[in-house]
């Protein structure tokens, strides 16, 4: 009889972190979408904005002064490591000093180094790229750190986005149109 309460309670227990774990799942996506474009390493943006503690240190030691915490008016994501690489872009630090620098795990450094970062999506608008409009360019493909697996330019001149794109947004901060053709978006991780 003396193993009864144990076994009921770690009955309940379990049923206790089974349920948060497939509420955690149902609406993570509603209660952190995933806005941001976040540091290279960023783990899942549920489980990032539970592992990051606001300290800043990321932010402290990049170079490029890329990352940014985020205002108070960005509800629970407050505080935490954004990047805006429309403004600044993030330079692809051999060491990724920023992954270094986080105490919690909330950034991991991936076991290929660059080749796994996708920190966003970049995208090309046609009605603003020079080279859609007939006119010679290729500074986005020029300036990316990646090179040619991550963007080219195709045999009409205009430029192509690969799979190798880390998301870094030096195509988008070269651009030489007013705004810049060149936009990123966050991944869905």
Known sequence: MADTPLDRRGFFSQGLSRLLGEVVDA????????RYIRPPGAIAEAAFLAACTRC???????????????????????????????????????????????????????QRGWAEVRMAVIGIDDRRCLAYQGIECGVCARVCPVGDAAITIDDKGRPVIGAAC???GKCVTACVTTPSAMNARPTRN
């Open 27 to 34: 609406v993570s996506d509603k209660v952190s979408p995933n």
């Open 56 to 110: 800043k240190a990321c932010g402290a030691v990049c170079p490029a002064l890329a990352i940014r915490m985020l205002p108070t008016s960005h509800g629970i994501a407050a505080g935490t490591p954004a990047l805006e690489v429309d403004d600044r872009a993030c330079i692809m630090c051999a060491d990724m000093p920023c992954v270094t620098a986080c105490p919690t795990g909330a950034l991991l450094a991936p």
């Open 166 to 168: 880390t998301g870094c």
